[in-house]
């Protein structure tokens, strides 16, 4: 599976932006698909995930009904959403395809996925 995330850019506090990420390959349909983010100086971090049927999600705390992630299995695609962007929410995101077998609640561990895109840089501007 090959993941390119794409859609990040500059965008002032309170705003929105909408990530991509496409994928390649025959199991996209049949795995979660996980969103992280990783600042300067940091750890990557979870952000959220969506199960391979697109009816089940996930998110971190911090980014709790600000963030929403949909995914389309015909295209091969998954959306991050982000609104009312904070400062704090500035980092490189990754899409990656989730390895595990547990449920969303439980595919918040960077180690149990596979394959990751190479990152798509969001700034949020104060």
């Known amino acids: 599976v090959q993941l390119q995330a794409s859609g990040g850019g500059l965008v002032q506090a309170g705003g929105s932006l909408r990530l991509s990420c496409a994928a390649s390959?025959?199991?996209?349909?049949?795995?979660?698909m996980g969103w992280f983010r990783q600042a300067p100086g940091k750890d990557r971090e979870f952000v959220g995930v969506?199960?391979?049927?697109?009816?089940?999600?996930y998110y971190a705390d911090s980014v709790k009904d600000r963030f929403t992630i949909s995914r389309d299995n015909l295209k091969n695609m998954v959306w991050l959403q982000m609104s009312a962007l904070k400062p704090e929410d500035a980092a490189v995101y990754y899409c990656?395809?989730?390895?595990?077998?547990?449920?969303?609640?439980?595919?918040?561990?960077?180690?149990?996925?596979?394959?990751w895109g190479q990152g798509t840089q969001v700034t949020v501007s104060s």
């Open positions: 969506i199960d391979w049927s697109g009816r089940k999600t």
């Open positions: 390959g025959r199991s996209f349909s049949s795995h979660a």
């Open positions: 990656a395809q989730y390895q595990g077998l547990g449920t969303v609640e439980r595919a918040t561990n960077l180690a149990e996925y596979g394959y």
